[in-house]
């Protein structure tokens, strides 16, 4: 399995679940910009698990070597690499925020996925979930240089699954709503829309199993992002959302 953002607690909680579901791994490839802290997961599933593990450093803010790479054969690309970035207006107007943002969640990111993806498109197998975001559905004022990054995943997850569904390899796309981990720490989240790590592990596991195209975490976003998509522009853009 190939990991990308293994500091995410969602993403950890994913590799446990499908290992404590009896999936065998010959390797998992931890991609990190966290070396220390992925260390300490890698020796966790070691023990646990007695599951091999490999750490690749990757920041995605610097220069990308792809020949660190070719080594790596897997069926399963697990991606929860994201930014959310300074959401204030501040931070809307701070260039080098809105370039980290883009670059993080979108634009650095789609060549790694590439990369792996024409790997499995040769093999014609594999799939790949991608953590994309609701608030990649549509463009609100509170955060939309993070969610219009989203947004492009979310159609690139879309165009890929497309492009490669002839060639058996198939594409997830995961679409939180609130979920408690460090990247929300401290935010005032409603607990009965958020989702806790194991939980959204969980039902992200239940999809990939089913083969699923789009799956919402947890199911109600799915209800709340129908009613939102569906607001007449000329009402949404007076709500402060
Ligand atoms: N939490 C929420 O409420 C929520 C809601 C909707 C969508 N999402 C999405 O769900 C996914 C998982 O999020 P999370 O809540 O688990 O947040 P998180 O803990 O912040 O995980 C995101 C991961 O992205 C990786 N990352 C950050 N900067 C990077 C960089 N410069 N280069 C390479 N990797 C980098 C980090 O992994 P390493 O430290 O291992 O590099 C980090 O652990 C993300 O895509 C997020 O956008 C989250």
Redesign the pocket.
Same mark, same amino acid.
């Given at each position: 399995m190939i990991v990308?953002? =293994?500091? =995410?607690? +969602? %993403?950890q909680a994913f590799v446990e679940k499908a290992l404590q579901e009896g999936e065998k791994y010959e390797r998992i490839y931890?991609?990190?910009?966290?070396r220390e802290?992925?260390e300490r997961f890698a020796q966790h599933i070691d023990v646990k698990f007695l599951q091999q593990s490999e750490i690749i450093e990757?920041?995605?803010?610097k220069e990308i070597n792809y020949f660190s790479f070719d080594h790596i054969n897997s069926n399963l690309l697990f991606? %929860?690499?994201?930014?959310?970035g300074d959401g204030t207006e501040e931070g809307l107007y701070d260039n080098k925020n809105t370039e980290r943002i883009i670059d993080?969640?979108y634009s650095k990111l789609v060549p790694v996925i590439n990369y792996f993806a024409q790997k499995f498109e040769g093999k014609r197998s594999g799939t790949i979930i991608g953590? =994309?975001? +609701? %608030?990649g559905d549509r463009g609100r004022q509170s955060n939309f240089i993070?969610g219009s990054a989203?947004a492009a995943f979310t159609a690139y997850l879309s165009g890929l699954r497309n492009y490669l569904f002839e060639k058996k390899v198939h594409v997830l796309t +995961?679409?939180?709503?609130?979920?408690?981990?460090?990247?929300?720490e401290g935010l005032p989240?409603n607990p009965k829309l958020?989702a806790t790590?194991k939980q959204a592990a969980d039902c992200i596991y239940k999809a990939f199993k089913k083969q699923k195209n789009i799956a919402y975490v947890l199911p109600i976003w799915g209800v709340i992002m129908l009613i939102i998509r569906n607001i007449p522009e000329f009402i949404f853009k007076k709500l402060k959302l």
């Amino acid at each position: 399995m190939i990991v990308l953002g =293994s500091t =995410s607690e +969602v %993403a950890q909680a994913f590799v446990e679940k499908a290992l404590q579901e009896g999936e065998k791994y010959e390797r998992i490839y931890l991609f990190t910009s966290n070396r220390e802290a992925t260390e300490r997961f890698a020796q966790h599933i070691d023990v646990k698990f007695l599951q091999q593990s490999e750490i690749i450093e990757l920041d995605l803010t610097k220069e990308i070597n792809y020949f660190s790479f070719d080594h790596i054969n897997s069926n399963l690309l697990f991606c %929860a690499t994201g930014y959310l970035g300074d959401g204030t207006e501040e931070g809307l107007y701070d260039n080098k925020n809105t370039e980290r943002i883009i670059d993080i969640n979108y634009s650095k990111l789609v060549p790694v996925i590439n990369y792996f993806a024409q790997k499995f498109e040769g093999k014609r197998s594999g799939t790949i979930i991608g953590l =994309s975001s +609701v %608030a990649g559905d549509r463009g609100r004022q509170s955060n939309f240089i993070y969610g219009s990054a989203k947004a492009a995943f979310t159609a690139y997850l879309s165009g890929l699954r497309n492009y490669l569904f002839e060639k058996k390899v198939h594409v997830l796309t +995961v679409k939180p709503g609130f979920m408690a981990t460090k990247m929300t720490e401290g935010l005032p989240l409603n607990p009965k829309l958020t989702a806790t790590p194991k939980q959204a592990a969980d039902c992200i596991y239940k999809a990939f199993k089913k083969q699923k195209n789009i799956a919402y975490v947890l199911p109600i976003w799915g209800v709340i992002m129908l009613i939102i998509r569906n607001i007449p522009e000329f009402i949404f853009k007076k709500l402060k959302l």
